[in-house]
């Protein structure tokens, strides 16, 4: 997830979709591209699509490119009182869409399909002057790979160039910055409902709310939800002062709300296998704490074995929970890696120099395949031998494997506890419609 300054002047987005990357439907992003182009009735949305035979109908129904920018030439040949071909050479030249097609995909025969996967960002970068955002959605590699080279930096309302997986992310903060959070394309729900529903959705063999741990754990996984798309909010906002402190508040509580929910897991399983441990500091899934994990090891092997496998998740949090909880606390900065961001900032949160240990630790967790999105950057970067976190990719990382090791959890919890021949059902009437539609982590 690269950082644009997107939310802080668009009420509106323009979505150009690279119709290979919508049609054929893959069956990794078939579900993605439902989502996306059920939104395209919405107000706030504008979608435009490259040209392409398609059979899928909801992408049929949204209008190429090409025929609104003929429409767009047309009236600019009225205007300029010069013919079609001038005016499309004055804003598309052959030799400066003929040098990206080279760049990009080695393409020396300036292939027509190869020139219509530029043409979204030719478009923008010469008519897009008006204040409004444009979004290019692509699974094309190449294009994701060259997206920074392909920005045109002396145009603040430059082109956006994301994945299916980030645009559906994009999106959501896209709408919930103004205070909107959709089940679906027309259907809303207040804020404290969707993070509801999104914590049951990331924990379905969540039981037993007759236990105020359980509750409290419940709650704790919505906040830190909510703090998620806080930090995702403003990552996508550009840097102000305001900005910085948004973003340092959400990523501290969020850093608490992890260590507190794995507090709570420790709490219900010492009730549940009934370890007796007296002290409470001992009920904890950190390594340093060796009484936790000793009972879990006699009494529960295939627990053990769980907690075991995201050992180093654990321990970089409880490493970051030592920093913000009881030290010296993180400062928020702007960071500028020239030959990554290209001139785009956004806050990022210095490491203290003793944090090697974590520095190391999230190095090796990029390896990891525990997360939820098919994102492997923690958002580390290295600067003069200092080290630098992008809090919006740390945090997404983070989330990611919170949902995967704590539902884990709860799913071997609840098979020795007085639910474990209950199957769970979900009473409330939307839940599956939200599981289906919505957008967003």
């Not at 929970?321 to 960071?335: A, C, K, N, P």
Request: proline residues 3%.
């Amino acid at each position: 997830m690269y950082s644009r300054a997107i939310f802080d002047r668009a009420t509106k987005l323009n979505l150009f979709l690279d119709s290979d990357s919508f049609d054929p439907l893959q069956p990794n992003n078939e579900k993605i591209t439902e989502k996306l182009l059920l939104f395209k009735k919405n107000k706030q949305l504008r979608y435009f699509r490259t040209e392409r035979k398609t059979s899928n109908l909801l992408l049929s129904s949204v209008p190429e490119i090409n025929d609104w920018l003929n429409e767009t030439i047309q009236g600019l040949s009225n205007q300029f009182q010069v013919d079609d071909y001038t005016i499309k050479d004055r804003f598309f030249p052959d030799r400066v869409i003929n040098a990206y097609v080279e760049e990009i995909f080695d393409d020396y025969e300036h292939n027509a399909h190869t020139i219509a996967k530029i043409l979204p960002i030719m478009v923008n970068n010469w008519f897009n002057h008006n204040g409004e955002c444009s979004i290019y959605i692509t699974n094309d590699e190449k294009l994701l790979t060259y997206r920074n080279s392909l920005l045109n930096h002396k145009n603040s309302d430059s082109i956006c160039i994301f994945s299916l997986d980030e645009s559906s992310l994009v999106l959501d903060l896209f709408f919930k910055a103004v205070g909107i959070y959709y089940l679906k394309d027309s259907h809303t729900l207040t804020m404290g409902y969707w993070y509801h529903l999104s914590s049951y959705e990331k924990m379905p063999h969540i039981f037993g709310f007759n236990d105020p741990i359980i509750v409290g754990l419940f709650n704790r996984m919505s906040f830190a939800l909510h703090c998620l798309d806080e930090i995702g909010i403003q990552n996508f906002k550009g840097v102000t002062p305001n900005n910085h402190y948004i973003t340092t508040y959400n990523f501290t509580y969020l850093i608490s709300l992890i260590t507190g929910i794995f507090d709570n897991l420790a709490i219900i399983t010492d009730s549940l296998l009934h370890f007796k441990i007296k002290s409470h500091d001992e009920k904890t899934l950190s390594k340093n704490k060796k009484e936790f994990r000793k009972c879990v090891k006699e009494k529960y092997p295939e627990l053990f074995d769980h907690i075991h496998s995201f050992d180093l998740f654990i321990s970089l949090i409880y490493e970051f929970r030592e920093i913000t909880i009881h030290r010296e606390g993180f400062d928020s900065l702007t960071f500028h890696k020239s030959d990554e961001n290209k001139g785009f900032l956004t806050c990022f949160v210095k490491l203290p120099n003793n944090m090697n240990k974590a520095i190391d630790l999230i190095k090796k967790n990029e390896r990891d395949p525990h997360v939820r999105y098919p994102f492997s950057k923690w958002g580390l970067y290295e600067c003069n031998g200092e080290f630098f976190i992008n809090s919006y990719n740390f945090s997404l990382m983070a989330m990611s494997k919170l949902v995967i090791f704590t539902d884990g959890y709860l799913k071997l919890i609840k098979l020795k506890s007085e639910f474990a021949d209950r199957p769970i059902k979900r009473e409330d009437p939307i839940y599956n419609q939200f599981i289906k539609y919505h957008l967003g982590f």
